[in-house]
């Protein structure tokens, strides 16, 4: 081959050659710019997802914040219906239903008292008794509930295990229920302390001294008084309080010796003054014994008579039986009068009772008492009106005793000045001889808190008391001094 074929076919080999690699350079391009492109519609796809799943969550937290807030704001969720619970009302616990509709508190109350006759003088050698027994004794010891049901009515159960015979201890002080829809029109009707008179309505955690007057004792004993059967009904506002009952025995009367007896009674009172710190209060009272108790000997009698305002011993010097078997008693009345009222801590009460006994056959008799008491709490504090009762609050401590923190409690002292007088037609055959007593009461009460009280009573009583109404008489009357103190606690 010459030399310039050669060279010729070298040429065209290296330009068949240099035609070949541009096309296979851009085929490789194409792919490659395929793949990129692909990657990036890949990367594209996964950030439109991860897009949609951040704006998902953030929903989520947002829904979730809203109810967060929602729940906040909601008041808290009732409990199931009918599930009790147990709250403190005051120091007394009460069990309630979710709306309180039901509740029942338990209550209770100790007055455990301590005393001593430190002088007793007969006026005769036939006075009875020798002597009256200093000791110690539960005057009162109660214990029940009270609540309310269907909110429109109220209950109250509560046994006595103090007292004394005289006072049917160990007994039903309370059981009524009350009916409080037609406020302040309220309904009552079972065992109850029926509110005749001032002092019978102030609570006897309230009371003044250890006792009230015998005056006050013997004339709501009559057809009112602790523990007796009653049906009644009273509207009271801010002001005036008015109520009427008719009542019957007392609880515990034994019927196999003794028949029912049947009486009313009826209290209306007003404040004149309603200041902060000064009241004038006013009252009238009413009473009406209709149908004695009979006695399975046929005989209807009445007996009017009280301790020397103490009860420690409950024997009665100061006593009168009215009516006998031939002579019966057919029915009693007592009207009364109350005052009372406070200039700031300085507080006074008094009332009168005038008692009428008729008797069958013979003319009726009649009986006299009253009182008045007056106290001054050293401390300051004011005698609150209780509105619901017509009548007084004691006084509560501003400064309940704590020595580290300077309260010494409330501290008050008393005095009282008493008289019954249970003679009628002295001179008569037919006529009463039940004495006359006259008493003077001091006090010091001590208040480390509103539920804890401590008393001290000096009492000074003089009897003076015929043997018999008419003819030649002996003084069988009695004087005596006493000193009692009271351990008070109530919830």
Same mark, same amino acid.
């Given at each position: 081959m010459s030399l310039g074929k050669y060279f010729l076919g070298s040429v065209a080999v290296g330009a068949l050659l240099m035609t070949g690699v541009p096309a296979h350079a851009q085929s490789a391009v194409d792919s490659a710019v395929r793949s990129m492109r692909q990657q990036i519609k890949d990367l594209q796809e996964r950030l439109q997802y991860l897009q949609t799943q951040i704006n998902q969550t953030q929903q989520n937290q947002a829904q979730t914040q809203r109810t967060v807030e929602r729940i906040k704001a909601a008041p808290p969720a009732p409990a199931l219906a009918g599930e009790p619970f147990l709250k403190m009302h005051g120091i007394s616990p009460t069990f309630s239903t979710p709306d309180? #509709?039901?509740?029942? !508190?338990?209550?209770?109350?100790?007055?455990?008292?301590?005393?001593?006759?430190?002088?007793? !003088?007969?006026? !005769?050698a036939s006075t009875t008794p020798n002597n009256f027994n200093g000791g110690v004794k539960a005057r009162r010891a109660r214990l029940g509930v009270t609540g309310k049901i269907d909110k429109v009515f109220g209950y109250t159960f509560i046994m006595d295990f103090g007292g004394s015979t005289t006072d049917n201890g160990s007994t039903i002080e309370n059981g009524f229920v009350t009916y409080n829809g037609a406020a302040p029109f309220h309904f009552i009707a079972g065992y109850q302390d029926t509110p005749y008179s001032l002092d019978e309505a102030t609570s006897s955690n309230d009371i003044m001294f250890l006792e009230r007057a015998s005056s006050q004792a013997i004339a709501t004993g009559i057809a009112a008084n602790d523990n007796r059967s009653a049906i009644g009904a009273w509207w009271n506002n801010d002001r005036a309080w008015v109520g009427v009952f008719g009542t019957g025995p007392a609880s515990g009367t034994n019927y196999t010796t003794t028949s029912a007896q049947l009486g009313m009674t009826g209290r209306a009172t007003y404040q004149i003054v309603q200041t902060p710190e000064d009241t004038f209060h006013v009252g009238i009272d009413g009473e009406e014994l209709f149908k004695p108790a009979q006695t399975s000997g046929g005989a209807r009698t009445l007996t009017l008579a009280d301790s020397p305002e103490l009860r420690i011993d409950?024997?009665?010097?100061?006593? #009168?039986?009215v009516g006998t078997s031939a002579n019966p008693v057919k029915g009693a009345s007592v009207i009364g009068g109350e005052v009372a009222g406070n200039l700031g801590p300085l507080y006074a009460q008094g009332e009168y009772f005038h008692i009428m006994v008729d008797r069958q056959g013979q003319s009726g008799v009649s009986f006299n008492g009253g009182y008045v008491e007056a106290s001054y709490a050293l401390t300051g504090e004011i005698k609150k009106y209780n509105a619901g009762s017509g009548a007084y609050h004691s006084i509560s401590p501003a400064h309940p005793f704590s020595p580290s923190s300077g309260g010494w409690g409330a501290?008050?002292? #008393?005095?009282r000045y008493s008289v019954m007088d249970l003679n009628d037609q002295l001179g008569s055959a037919t006529g009463i001889a039940g004495g006359k007593q006259t008493t003077y009461t001091f006090g010091i009460n001590w208040y480390p808190s509103s539920n804890l009280r401590f008393m001290l009573d000096y009492i000074h009583a003089n009897i003076d008391k015929q043997s018999a109404p008419s003819g030649t008489t002996t003084n069988v009357g009695a004087s005596m001094d006493a000193i009692a103190i009271r351990e008070q606690f109530n919830f």
């Open positions: 309180g #509709a039901f509740t029942m !508190s338990i209550t209770g109350r100790l007055h455990l008292d301590m005393g001593d006759y430190v002088n007793y !003088s007969k006026k !005769s409950n024997t009665q010097i100061l006593k #009168a039986t501290w008050e002292i #008393a005095a």
